[in-house]
Nanobody, 124 residues
Framework: QVQLVESGGGLVQAGGSLRLSCAASGRTFSSYRLGWFRQAPGKEREFVAAISGGGGSRYYADSVKGRFTISRDNAKNTVALQMNSLKPEDTAVYYC?????????????????WGQGTQVTVSS
């Protein structure tokens, strides 16, 4: 069982930066592949970024590549999403999620555990 709690959301102007953090419970944190997703009003939840258990492999959606960076600290059971050059279209509720075993990083159905989400609003 893994519990995930996001923090760090807020209101920022376009071009600004925010750092999201997700704290996880559980003794086998490093065995989980972690992802960040987002959901804007009226839209489906979409993949943002993912990172392997050891942190050596990272994968990004094209829409955030070059602007967002995912990282993890297995000693502290945390995963972060550094978001730079934010755009109004990045406005959404951001969720962290954990998965193990087979599956695809970009599919919500691959993830077993989800946080409650944190709101990110980018003003123009």
């Amino acid at each position: 069982q893994v519990q995930l709690v996001e923090s760090g959301g807020g209101l920022v102007q376009a071009g600004g930066s925010l750092r999201l953090s997700c704290a996880a419970s559980g003794r086998t944190f490093s065995s989980y592949r972690l992802g960040w997703f987002r959901q804007a009003p009226g839209k489906e939840r979409e993949f943002v970024a993912a990172i392997s258990g050891g942190g050596g492999s990272r994968y990004y959606a094209d829409s955030v590549k070059g602007r967002f960076t995912i990282s993890r600290d297995n000693a502290k059971n945390t995963v972060a999403l550094q978001m730079n050059s934010l755009k109004p279209e990045d406005t959404a509720v951001y969720y962290c999620a954990a998965r193990s075993g087979s599956g695809h990083d970009e599919y919500t159905g691959s993830y077993l555990y989800w946080g409650q989400g944190t709101q990110v609003t980018v003003s123009s």
